[in-house]
């Protein structure tokens, strides 16, 4: 049965897409069965796995409102071993068409458990905001993984998101757990990256990831090519830090039953 890890933060500008993208390209690498799964209508993580989403005639928004199947959705291996259903702005009307829907919250759910024993893992990329988008990705999700910006303000807004898993644990998903936090964009020149790792340590009681993702030039300009970091640049410090990353989860997935 296919692992599904949601990949949320309400802070924009955190890495979230970046660690969606490259995550998923990672585990794929290392020859598990992925799924990627865009629910933000501005499908950056489409377009960085090189897919041209506004030519995508089956996506996340014809999903949600019943006018296809998930099977029909999934675009089958963009990269080996990696499949991914996509987003464009589409989506965006998402949040006021899906109101009246009876149990519009369990939409993805229902479609995704369709298609988990297809996975090894299921990773679901969320918009920057705690909206009807994000609540169906927790739903469907076992764990939701928090990347959180090595900067001044990396706690600002991280209780709500933890008040809404807690929400939705308690109301719609009793199983959701968190997987962890991943820092990103760490810049190993500077104190503040230093101090900021501490104090969320100090002040975060979560499983936190040993791997701490670096600010990396070729790391930003992987997307912008369509490509993850791993088929970008093997090489560089950003394709190291993520395949760390992927190995941990693939670790801490081991010692739990899913």
Do not use: H
């Given at each position: ?19 969606a ?8 690498d ?75 919250e ?22 920057p ?88 030039v ?41």
């Amino acid at each position: 049965m296919g692992r599904t890890i949601v990949i949320a933060n309400q802070k924009g500008g955190v890495g979230k897409t970046t660690t969606a993208i490259n995550l998923s390209a990672s585990l794929a690498d290392l020859g598990k069965k992925i799924l990627v799964i865009d629910t933000d209508p501005q499908g950056n993580t489409s377009s960085g796995l090189g897919v041209e989403k506004n030519e995508v005639e089956n996506t996340v928004y014809e999903l949600l409102i019943g006018e296809t199947t998930i099977e029909e959705c999934i675009q089958k291996e963009v990269f080996e071993n990696l499949d991914i259903i996509s987003s464009n702005i589409n989506l965006a009307a998402a949040e006021i068409e899906l109101t009246g829907f009876e149990e519009k919250e369990f939409i993805l759910k229902k479609a995704v458990d369709q298609v988990r024993a297809d996975y090894d893992f299921i990773i679901i990329d969320c918009p920057p905001s705690l909206n009807t988008l994000t609540i169906n990705a927790m739903c469907a999700a076992d764990t939701v993984l928090v990347p959180i910006q090595c900067e001044y303000y990396a706690l600002e807004g991280l209780s709500q998101l933890m008040n809404t898993v807690e929400l939705v644990r308690d109301r719609l998903n009793p199983n959701l757990e968190i997987e962890g936090v991943v820092f990103t964009m760490y810049d190993a020149r500077t104190n503040l990256s230093l101090q900021v790792v501490e104090n969320v340590k100090a002040n975060l009681d979560q499983k936190i990831y040993k791997t701490i993702i670096p600010r990396n030039v070729r790391l930003a300009e992987a997307p912008s090519y369509g490509m993850p970091i791993t088929k970008y640049d093997a090489r560089s410090t950003g394709a190291e830090s993520y395949r760390l990353l992927a190995e941990e989860v693939i670790n801490r997935g081991n010692e739990e039953e899913w």
